[in-house]
């Protein structure tokens, strides 16, 4: 299904969880000097502009990025991302995960997109053009599965579907089973949405069943606007970078001081 577009979404709640997260975890792996391979399987086009009108129709960066940016000081990596990207894109320019990854990564790092939707591609393309990393219109999870494991060998996979193919939550866990078995030493990050009708959680109990050592974090808000069904934002990863657990506690403090529904 090509239809799903990131722009009516972008810099809502749960891209405020899953990008600061992201970002932590990008920082802190180049903290090291070895070099790294970050893969990404549903890319999206990278940059957005929260002033765009389909940005303002659901009102959603509002809630989140707008409403929560205060919550990073300074020198937190997405701090550090947005106020760089802003300097070239304007005030309302918002980064995408392949922009976040790519202002965090080195020259000595691989980046590998994946984005099929043709519009979105070739923003993407555009967007990512000034930082060389290699933009797949190929589906994710078959580029995925056939760069692991990848060269350099360390690094993170982002598995982060609009969960518009609902057969999604009940195929991934046998992917990522297959991703883990070829790149055992990988971090592998999958975000999920909360929804009101539950359909995470078969999908959850068996990943959580496979691979018992995972960070599990959860974060609830909000409804961003009446009957929307997503109360909130999950991330599974395997291989948890350390004291990633402390970072996403204290993110879900900032969270538990929402209004409520």
Sequence with gaps: MLSYQHIYHAGNLADVHKHALLAWMLAYLTAKPKPLSYIE???????YDL???AAQKTGEAAEG??????WFAADHPLARVLATLRKTHGATAYPGSPLIAAHILRPCDILHLAELHPAEHSALATAMSPFGARVHAQDGFALAQSLVPPTPRRGLMLIDPSYEI???????????????????VGIICLWYPILKTARHDEMLQRLSAAHPQALRHEVHFPPARANHGMTGSGLF???PPYSLAEEAARLGQHFTRLDPA
């Design 41 to 47: 399987t549903h890319a999206g086009r990278g940059l």
């Design 166 to 184: 609902k057969r999604d939550y009940t195929d991934i866990p046998g992917r990522i089973a297959r991703l883990v078995k070829a790149w055992n």
């Design 51 to 53: 002033s765009d009108p």
């Design 237 to 239: 990863v395997i291989n």
């Design 65 to 70: 990025i707008t409403r929560t940016e205060e």
